[in-house]
């Protein structure tokens, strides 16, 4: 059974600080990807990378970079955190890279900046 | 631009009674398309998804979807719901170009069934 798990469900941080949400997926999957989900906007891409070290932009990159330094892991980094911010962040892989686009996703991380 | 639509923010539904969530799509070429659910407090779990073949496309938990490319719409459907139903439900397509596996998503529909 595939598992991608993600290291908080829960996150309180303020304005400014740096904030790292880690996603670590089992299945030697390439791919892995960050969004956030918002009410009423659905899950929109922030970040996506199909190998170690290799990342591309999604359609909402600004106020966060990502960095893969191992397969398994796919970090998510607030530089400095802002109020808009406050969501709810989902890593997911497709276990092919080029495969049907079936994905798995972690449970989530609530994310609440002050 | 690709893009996809889920019309209705919430969907009430009496258990027993079929239910359907709609979704229509905007992109080039041939879509995949795929509905994905998300339970209270959880992640999003895969429901089914449509590649090619026959239009009606059987998934988890009795849900099933129809593809129709004239309408360009993946309505997902069950014929008889239930209260454990009730969840958030995402209409996605993947994107045609640039590989990866990327999906675009709807805004989400929430099903509520009520007993």
């Known amino acids: 059974d595939v598992k991608v798990t993600q290291s908080s469900r829960y996150l309180v941080k303020r304005t400014g600080e740096k904030v790292f949400l880690e996603c670590v997926q089992d299945?030697?999957?390439?791919?892995m990807f960050w969004y956030r989900q918002d009410p009423g906007l659905g899950l929109r891409l922030i970040y996506f990378?199909?190998?170690?070290?290799?990342?591309e932009k999604g359609d909402i990159p600004e106020g966060y970079s990502v960095s893969r330094e191992k397969k398994e892991r796919f970090s998510l980094i607030l530089e400095s955190a802002s109020t808009n911010q406050t969501s709810m962040y989902l890593c997911?892989?497709?276990?092919?890279?080029?495969?049907?686009?079936?994905?798995?996703f972690g449970p989530g991380t609530r994310l609440t900046v002050t | 631009a690709q893009s996809v639509a889920q019309p209705e923010d919430q969907v009430n539904v009496a258990e027993g009674n079929p239910l359907t969530v709609k979704c229509t799509y905007s992109?080039?070429?041939?879509?995949?398309l795929f509905w994905y659910v998300q339970y209270p407090n959880r992640g999003l779990q895969f429901l089914l998804k449509?590649?090619?073949?026959?239009?009606l496309v059987k998934g988890s938990y009795g849900f099933e979807a129809e593809f129709n490319k004239s309408q360009t719409s993946f309505h997902l459907k069950k014929p008889s719901a239930l209260v454990s139903d009730s969840a958030l439900y995402f209409c996605?397509?993947?994107?045609?170009?640039?590989?990866?596996?990327?999906?675009?998503f709807g805004a989400g529909t929430r099903l509520a069934v009520h007993p």
């Open positions: 449509y590649i090619t073949g026959d239009n």
């Open positions: 299945m030697d999957h390439e791919n």
């Open positions: 997911a892989s497709p276990p092919h890279r080029q495969g049907s686009g079936e994905q798995y």
């Open positions: 996605a397509v993947r994107a045609p170009t640039g590989g990866y596996n990327k999906l675009i």
């Open positions: 992109v080039s070429g041939n879509p995949y």
């Open positions: 990378s199909y190998d170690v070290k290799m990342k």
